[in-house]
């Protein structure tokens, strides 16, 4: 199994990024692809992720109205348009994948990280002020 990021960069703040999460090695569809992120002296958290079969989208309440996950099932790829940046958004963006997509829910919604099966090796954002 396979996750790879891309599009992490430097951008100003109230600037845009989109990140690319290609997946292999998996079921693409039976599978909860999902974004987390971990800023410097922080814990991990979720950011937003899919249900399985991407029939439902789920966003922290920190990057609701900004951030938008979508998907390309024919190139297996995940997306994460993310607007409006702020500096707060500074952090190391994980990709992850999860057979039982509660846990990827529960860490997007509750904070509460557990159970996420595959992560990719994530890409750095950084946001200036």
């Known amino acids: 199994v396979q996750l790879v990021e891309s599009g992490g960069g430097l951008v100003q703040a109230g600037g845009s990024l989109r990140l690319s999460c290609a997946v292999s090695?998996?079921?693409?569809?039976?599978?909860?692809i999902g974004w987390f992120r971990q800023a410097p002296g922080k814990e991990r958290e979720g950011v937003s992720c899919?249900?399985?079969?991407?029939?439902?989208?789920y966003y922290a309440d920190s990057v609701k109205g900004r951030f938008a996950i979508s998907s390309d099932n024919a190139k297996n790829t995940v997306y994460l348009q993310m607007n409006n940046l702020k500096p707060e958004d500074t952090a190391v963006y994980y990709c992850?994948?999860?057979?039982?997509?509660?846990?990827?829910?529960?860490?997007?919604?509750?904070?509460?990280?557990?159970?996420?099966?595959?992560w990719g090796k994530g890409t750095l954002v950084t946001v200036s002020s």
């Open positions: 090695g998996l079921a693409f569809d039976d599978y909860a």
């Open positions: 992850t994948a999860s057979w039982d997509d509660r846990h990827t829910i529960m860490a997007v919604t509750s904070g509460y990280l557990y159970g996420i099966d595959y």
């Open positions: 899919f249900s399985k079969h991407k029939t439902t989208t």
